[in-house]
Each structure stands twice: as C-alpha cells, then as structure tokens.
C-alpha cells in the first residue's frame, strides 16, 4: 500500500481529501464541512455547530498557561467560529481526557475559566465528559449557536470590488505566545529568574485571554451590515485572506500601512528583530474578524469604531497581493506559524 | 491548596462536581448536563447533542482494532446517545488529533469505516477538523439528533412497578476484548501465531464492529410505546441500571434467569473462567438500550422482538438488587471494567 504523508496534503488538503464528495442526506442539513461551523435547517432558526479539539503540548504550553486561562481560551475559540457565521454561540458541550498528573483543584480552575467565558458571553454548558488520558491533557469542545434564516455568512460571498476589513489589530497574539517562549527558555536555565511583564501586557492578554468580537456582530447588526464572506482569524491574516479568495473565486488586494497593529506589537517585534507585518500576517490567534462588505457600505464600516478597511476584494485572475507602503506587491501566501 | 484525587470522586462524581449549578441562560436550553444528550429547545423540534472522545491506549487498542472499524465504531457509540434519548442522529462531527506515526491512508481506512456507519444510520458528517498530537489517536466526535417534541426520554422518568426492558444481549463485546487481549498476549510471544476465530464471531464482531439499536426506536415507535426512561449501555447493565435508580429515585429488581446472554458469551466466559453473569452486568460497550415501560405494556413489549423484560421498578427504600436463580439476593453494584 503506497504511503502518502500526511504533511504532503498539509492541513486543508487533508481535510478535504477526508471530507471530499461527503453526500448530504437529510434536508435539514443545508453546510456541512467547509466553513468556521456546519449550518443545519431546523424549522424557522439556522442551527450552527463548531468543533475544536486543543492538545497539551500542541496548542497550548502548560508551563506557562494557566489552566483557568485555558478554559477560558478553549471557549473563546469555539466561538470566535459561531461569529464567524453571523451567529450567535448559545451551547457547548465539553470533553476532557485528563492524565494522573491533574487533580480536581486543576480541572477546578479550567472550568472556572470555561464558566466565566460562558458567563460573559451568554452560552450554556450543556454537555460535560471526562476520561482518562495517557499522556496529557485533551480538551475538545463543541460550540452550538444560532443565526437567523439567510443572514448566515460564509466565507464564499465575497464579490468583486467588496471591501476588505478586519476587526481590533493583528499580531499581538503572537508576540504574546514569542515573549512567553523566552522568558519560559531563560527561566528553564536560571530558576531565580523573575520575568518582567510590564508595558508588554496587552500582547500576554491576547495570548492567554482572548475575547471573541461579539460586539462587533452586534454592532453590525445595529448598521443593518450584512457582511458577504466572513472568517475569523486563527491561523494569521494572509492564510483567512485566502480562504475567501479561494472560496468565493475572487482576488484581493490589502494595503500594509492599513493593517492595524498596536503600539506594544510593534515595539515587541523590533525587539524581537521580526518584521510586524510579517507578524501580523502570519502570525495568528487573533480571533478577530476578517470580513467584506459591499463597496456602497464604505461610509457605514468605516464610521463603526473597531473596525478597519485594509484593502478590497477583485477578479480572480488579478491575484492575492499585499501592497507595500512603496507600491511594491507581495502575493500573499498561507505560512501561519499556528500550530494547526 | 489542597489535592484532591480525582480517583477519590470517581468518574461521574467528578462530572457532577464539575457542572454542579451551571445556570441556564437561554430559553433554548431545556436539559443540559446529566443524560446521554443535551436537548435544546428550537421552535417546533427538540434538538439532541451528544459527544464522545476516544484516546488511543485508553478507548482502543489499534494493535487489535483495525482503524475502519475504529472509524465505525466511533460513530456508533455516538449514535447510540441519540438513540438512548429516543431521537435519530443526523449530523455528526469529528475532530482528530493524529501523531506522525499516521499516514493518509490510514486515515481514509478511518474515515471510510465512519462514512460507512453514516451512510447505514442516515448521517451526515458536518464537520471534520484534524491537528497534529504528540502521542497517538485522539478522536472527538459530536452528534446532533432530532426528538419530536414531548418524546424525549430521560434517565429520570422510571416509576414504581415499571418494567424493566433490555435489547439484544448482554457480555458479549467484552468477551470480545478478553479474546483479543488474549491472542495479543500469545502473538507477543509467538510471533507465527494465527489466531483462530472461529467459533467467536459473534463475539468479535460486538466488541469490533457493534451497531446501534435503531430498529429498536422505530419499532417502539411502531407499537406507540414511549418508555418512561431509557440509557444505552455502555459501561455494564448494572451501572446504567443505578444511573436510572438514581436518577428517577427509585429501586430496582432484576432477574438473572432473564439476562439475555448469546451462546458463544456463555462458552467464552467458561472458557475464561468467569461468571457468564458478572460479565453481563459488568462488561460494558454492549451498547445495547436499557429503558422502563408502563406494566400495562407488558404484552406489547414482550410482543416485540430483540426485547427482553428483565424485572422491575421498585420504591427506591427497597435497593437496587440481582435475583438469583436460586432466589438468593445480591445487591448492584456499580463496577464495571469497561474503561470511562
């Protein structure tokens, strides 16, 4: 039998060679795999459903993630997907493998994360499993929400000339996850070292509390905006960029002096020797929402705080290209360094 | 800060601290925690969620369990949940957490024998999600069902003089595993070793490819029965049984005369030398459906066929208890071998 590594499909290709020519059986299942959550036709509400499967020493480091920080997390990122969609996160159900290394006081402090995301953002805990692992944690959580008949959005609705715009800045996630990794490198080699956070507190939030922009559905709600592709960012600007280009059969253009990236991200990066737009680019768990609008919505979005136009959707054949403050283009290429 | 095992609470005792008081916060909501499914309330339908995580060395052993049948078996113990809550499954998905060790092709075995069960019980797959794992298999799954409205059943709704009824029958899978467990440890010394099956097909099948009970729901349905209370047996007969006890405060009394047990789990457990009805209180992953009735069904549902009346509901001040052939009483205990 011929072997073919996975890592030659890479993570996409795999989950469409898996998922490829899936036949849809029942009515009430109107998206299945393909998009931030599968939508389901129940009578008079669209349904959405969202996976995500986090594990120890893959997406996240213990040595320096708080467990309650985790719960929190895992939460977030399930429904950063529901508002992806337009929609709304109303449940998840919650599964854990847990090792002996974890005590009920541990599994204490991830729900009390998990239950304080829940709080704020309005979702029930509806479903809850536990089982023994081997070796580490494993947190899967599944996310269910609802969003009202034909206001969906997917991520192939982009249409020529629509505008490019994405929500709060992008980077600081990373920079949080890179000054985490050296000061976790430098303790490792002197255990009387205390790190200094200070004046870099904004990138550790981004990196161990993210919020989902619930505010920002809501807000374009209340503009009557109803966006024409939508994502949100987990893997890094340029690969979600992609996928709607690729999924709404379109090009896209951004401007780099149009990316929004905060103060603390920048000054990070420069010290860090990185260059901030390659960061923000590529560098992922911003779980901020990257959408397009129709071109007459101009005035409207930009006039709503948080949001920023950074560029705008075109044919096909034109490409994906990042425009450098010098004019220079730069086809845009998926390279997160996420982990999957 | 005190440790507290999580051994010391025991698996369910930890699911109970856990989501102990969880506040329900959307009308959508009707049962969270605490069954084999959550049930939401969407207008004119009542949704089902159900979810499992499978972690290899723990869930299954792929020295035995060849990954097709892993694939199946996986959506099978999902579909199980739905159908225990008296629903139909329609939409499951799936995310898989796959170490290097994994090739594409392995996963197309695994996603093949998940296409297949979907493909029987009427499934879609509206999700797929794969990462990278340091260690081994992790598979996620979640189902979404369906229940007409009124029609759910719960583990709580068990009365007094009710009838005690179970499907198919009972030890089998396990006696399953003992033999696979056994020619491992034989092949592991004797590497020209060939297993000989036969005689024991039975009994691998239930361990390696079990099915859910389907056809029972539908012929319940056909006879107008709506139990007052229904599991799926997953971890042993005598654990699902306290779990209904306990849940609808009452007692129970079942017959070990009336166990239904197949020929070849009988001729194995000789063989092994164990007590043929121990194994079929205690073995677990039968997935077989467990449920009361009214006693003035009795004659219908003993009419049907695959069901077997196993004894009764009693006030709860009266125990939980095994009837001996011999009259002699022992009371359930809840220990079954099968793994969380």
């Known amino acids: 039998m011929n072997r073919t590594e996975i890592a030659s499909l890479g993570e996409f290709g795999l989950i469409r060679h898996l998922t490829d020519r899936l036949e849809i059986k029942n009515d009430s299942t109107l998206f299945g795999v393909g998009d931030d959550a599968a939508v389901l036709n129940y009578p008079h509400r669209q349904i959405l459903v969202a996976t995500d499967l986090l594990l120890e020493g893959v997406h996240f480091d213990l040595t320096y993630v708080p467990l309650k920080h985790l719960g929190y997390k895992s939460a977030i990122v399930n429904f950063s997907d529901i508002y992806a969609m337009n929609g709304l996160p109303k449940q998840i159900t919650v599964s854990l493998g847990i090792s002996k290394r974890f005590s009920v ?116 709600e209340q503009a009557g905006i109803v966006p024409t592709a939508m994502i949100d960012i987990s893997d890094g600007l340029s690969s979600e960029l992609l996928h709607i280009s690729k999924e709404s059969n379109t090009g896209c253009r951004i401007y780099e002096e149009r990316i929004p990236i905060d103060f603390q991200t920048a000054s990070m990066a420069e010290q860090f020797n990185m260059n901030v737009y390659t960061v923000a680019l590529n560098g992922g768990e911003d779980y901020e ?49 996420g982990h999957s």
Request: with cysteine.
């Open 289 to 337: 929402l990257l959408f397009t609008v129709p071109l007459s919505a101009h005035e409207q979005v930009e006039s709503i705080e948080g949001i920023h136009v950074i560029g705008h959707i075109t044919r096909p054949e034109l490409g994906n290209y990042l425009i450098g403050r010098d004019g220079g283009e730069v086809q845009l290429k998926a390279q997160g360094w």
């Open 105 to 220: 006081e541990d599994l204490d402090e991830f729900y009390s994360g998990l239950k304080l995301a829940c709080d704020i953002y309005g979702v029930d805990i509806v479903g809850g499993d536990t089982s023994a692992s081997l070796t580490g944690l494993t947190v899967s959580i599944t996310c269910i929400g609802e969003v009202d008949k034909e206001k969906a959005v997917y991520r192939n609705g982009a249409k020529d000339t629509d505008l490019i715009c994405v929500s709060g800045d992008l980077g600081a996630a990373y920079m949080g996850l890179q000054l985490l990794e050296r000061e976790k490198k430098v303790f490792s080699e002197d255990k009387q070292f205390a790190p200094d956070f200070s004046g870099k507190e904004y990138l550790l939030e981004r990196q161990l509390k993210p919020e989902a922009r619930k505010d920002i559905i809501e807000l374009l």
